[in-house]
C-alpha cells in the first residue's frame, strides 16, 4: 500500500518483459528499508512526452532509461553530467520539482564490478570490442582509473578512429590504438593487454552463437569481460575459459549501476549497502527462465 513515506521510481523503454530492474530495485529498498515502488513504463516513443509529465504529477522521484530512449531522452533533460554527456546516452533521471538531471551509471558500475572481482585498472593496457554507448561508458572510466594503454576495436573502422580521436582529445596520459574486429588484429593486440571488454551486443540472447571474437590460444594473464547478462556465459567468455582466462559476466556491472541509479534518486552521500551474492544468485535464478523462451 503507498502512503506518503512511500518512494516512487520506474523504468522507461520498450520492450520490458524481460527487465530485471524493478525486480533488482525491490531488493534493494527491502535492504536499506525503505518503503518504495518501482514501476516499469513500456511506452511508444510518441508516448514519452505525456509519461515524463505523467511522472513529475505522480511525484516520481527517478527512472532508469533503457533501449530504445537512451539518446531520445536527452532533449528533455535540464542537465546532463560530465560522463553522459561524453557517452552520448543517459540511463539514470533524477526528478527535482520540474527540472530532469541526466546520469549515466554504466561506466562506475563497470569499475565497481571490477574493484569487487579485484581487477585493477590503474596503468593497464586493455582492449575495447566496440564503439557504442557501452563502449564510451567503459573507455571514460579506464581513463578515469588511469589506464595507459587502450585499443578500440569495432565492426565500423570510422566509428573507431572517431572515438579514438576523442579519447586523444580528452586525455594527453594515455595512448590510443583503434581498429576492426578482425581476429589477427585483436589477437596481437593481446599480447600486450591485461584486460578485453566485449561492450557490443554480439552474443546477445537470442543471438547466442555470435561472439566478436574467440580465443585461440591460452591467455592465463588476461582478464575478459563481457557487458552482456543474458546469457551469462557468453560464447566470448566460454572461449576465453577455454584459453585460461579470467572471466567475468555483466550482471555485476548491471547491479553495480542500479545501485548507483538509486544512491543518486535518494541524494545519499554512501554507497548502498546490499548482499551482493544474495542479489546475484536471485537475478541469476530469474535469467534462467528466459534461456527457452
Given at each position: 500500500m503507498l502512503d506518503s513515506t512511500t518512494k516512487l521510481f520506474g523504468i522507461v523503454g520498450n520492450p520490458l518483459e524481460?527487465?530485471?530492474s524493478p525486480l533488482m530495485h525491490k531488493y534493494f529498498?527491502?535492504?536499506?528499508?525503505?518503503?518504495?515502488?518501482y514501476t516499469a513504463f513500456e511506452v511508444m516513443e510518441n508516448?514519452?512526452?505525456?509519461?515524463?509529465?505523467?511522472?513529475?504529477?505522480?511525484?516520481?522521484?527517478?527512472?532508469?532509461?533503457?533501449?530504445?530512449?537512451?539518446?531520445?531522452?536527452?532533449?528533455?533533460l535540464y542537465e546532463v553530467d560530465e560522463e553522459a554527456r561524453f557517452i552520448g546516452a543517459v540511463n539514470t533521471v533524477h526528478i527535482q520539482?520540474?527540472?530532469?538531471?541526466?546520469?549515466?551509471?554504466?561506466?562506475h558500475g563497470f569499475t565497481s564490478a571490477l574493484k569487487k572481482r579485484n581487477v585493477h585498472l590503474k596503468n593497464c593496457s586493455a582492449i575495447v570490442?566496440?564503439?557504442?554507448?557501452?563502449?564510451?561508458?567503459?573507455?571514460?572510466?579506464?581513463?578515469?582509473?588511469?589506464?595507459?594503454?587502450?585499443?578500440?576495436?569495432?565492426?565500423?573502422?570510422?566509428?573507431?578512429?572517431?572515438?579514438?580521436?576523442?579519447?586523444?582529445?580528452?586525455?594527453?596520459?594515455?595512448?590510443?590504438?583503434?581498429?576492426?574486429?578482425?581476429?589477427?588484429t585483436i589477437s596481437a593486440?593481446?599480447?600486450?593487454?591485461?584486460?578485453?571488454?566485449?561492450?557490443?551486443?554480439?552474443?546477445?540472447?537470442?543471438?547466442?552463437?555470435?561472439?566478436?571474437?574467440?580465443?585461440?590460444?591460452?591467455?592465463?594473464?588476461?582478464?575478459?569481460?563481457?557487458?552482456?547478462y543474458n546469457p551469462l556465459q557468453s560464447k566470448f567468455l566460454k572461449?576465453?575459459?577455454?584459453?585460461?582466462?579470467?572471466?567475468?559476466?555483466?550482471?555485476?556491472?548491471?547491479?553495480?549501476?542500479?545501485?548507483?541509479s538509486l544512491k543518486i534518486w535518494l541524494g545519499l552521500e554512501k554507497h548502498i549497502e546490499f548482499n551482493h551474492e544474495r542479489l546475484r544468485k536471485y537475478l541469476s535464478t530469474e535469467l534462467k527462465k528466459y534461456e527457452h523462451n
Open positions: 524481460h527487465s530485471l529498498l527491502n535492504e536499506i528499508g525503505q518503503k518504495g515502488s508516448q514519452l512526452a505525456e509519461t515524463i509529465t505523467g511522472m513529475k504529477l505522480d511525484g516520481i522521484l527517478g527512472f532508469n532509461v533503457t533501449i530504445p530512449y537512451k539518446q531520445t531522452i536527452i532533449p528533455y520539482g520540474n527540472n530532469l538531471f541526466g546520469f549515466n551509471t554504466d561506466g570490442l566496440g564503439a557504442g554507448g557501452a563502449a564510451r561508458a567503459v573507455i571514460f572510466n579506464l581513463v578515469r582509473c588511469g589506464a595507459k594503454k587502450l585499443f578500440i576495436f569495432n565492426r565500423t573502422l570510422q566509428r573507431a578512429k572517431n572515438l579514438a580521436g576523442e579519447v586523444l582529445e580528452a586525455s594527453q596520459s594515455i595512448k590510443v590504438s583503434f581498429g576492426d574486429l578482425d581476429s589477427k593486440a593481446i599480447e600486450t593487454c591485461q584486460l578485453i571488454v566485449n561492450a557490443t551486443s554480439l552474443g546477445m540472447w537470442p543471438d547466442i552463437n555470435k561472439a566478436p571474437y574467440l580465443f585461440e590460444r591460452d591467455r592465463p594473464s588476461v582478464v575478459a569481460i563481457d557487458l552482456i572461449s576465453a575459459r577455454q584459453a585460461g582466462v579470467k572471466t567475468l559476466d555483466g550482471l555485476d556491472m548491471f547491479v553495480f549501476q542500479g545501485a548507483i
